[in-house]
């Protein structure tokens, strides 16, 4: 049975489950090599997406240090997408899920009301390890903001908790 790498060890405690992250971390030391990401562009172990998800993670940090604003991404079905948008949340900052089948004048509206900035897998592809730190996330802190269908009107943001997201996954 392969090892995890021997950076895996100090990114993060396998011993706490309190965000979708330490979750993310405890099946990653659990299961290195298992898939983790099955997508339209290639598959993706625990191993490599944990490590992939704190470089880019660092990299959200390291361009906007002092920008706690959420971040919109749009859910796109690759593994560098769905790297993306659990970087978001590791950097501590609330993903704000974009739907790409949503017109562009909808998903623009979402990303004012989030007050988010916009982010896409290309201003993050060359993400490499690097020390900045990330801060410690609790499960009380938002992890998304999930917008409703607006049907009554204008869509509203949802606020959900890391928490509350891994107690409903």
Do not use: W
Request: hydrophobic content about 45%.
């Amino acid at each position: 049975e392969a090892r995890p790498s021997a950076a895996l060890a100090p990114m993060c405690r396998p011993d706490t489950r309190d965000t979708l992250l330490d979750r993310l971390c405890e099946v990653a030391h659990e299961t290195p090599t298992a898939p983790a990401v099955v997508a339209d562009d290639g598959v993706v172990t625990f191993d490599e997406l944990l490590h992939r998800v704190y470089a880019v993670a660092r990299q959200i940090s390291a361009t906007a240090p002092l920008d706690a604003r959420p971040v919109a991404v749009d859910t796109v079905c690759t593994t560098a997408s769905i790297t993306l948008m659990l970087a978001v949340m590791a950097s501590g900052r609330a993903l704000v899920p974009l739907d790409p089948n949503l017109p562009e004048a909808r998903r623009a509206s979402i990303v004012g009301r989030a007050d988010a900035r916009r982010i896409g897998v290309a201003d993050v592809e060359n993400a490499d390890e690097s020390s900045i730190p990330l801060p410690t996330l609790t499960g009380n802190r938002i992890a998304l903001i999930a917008f409703t269908s607006g049907s009554t009107g204008t869509a509203k943001g949802v606020l959900l908790s890391h928490r509350m997201c891994l107690n409903k996954a």
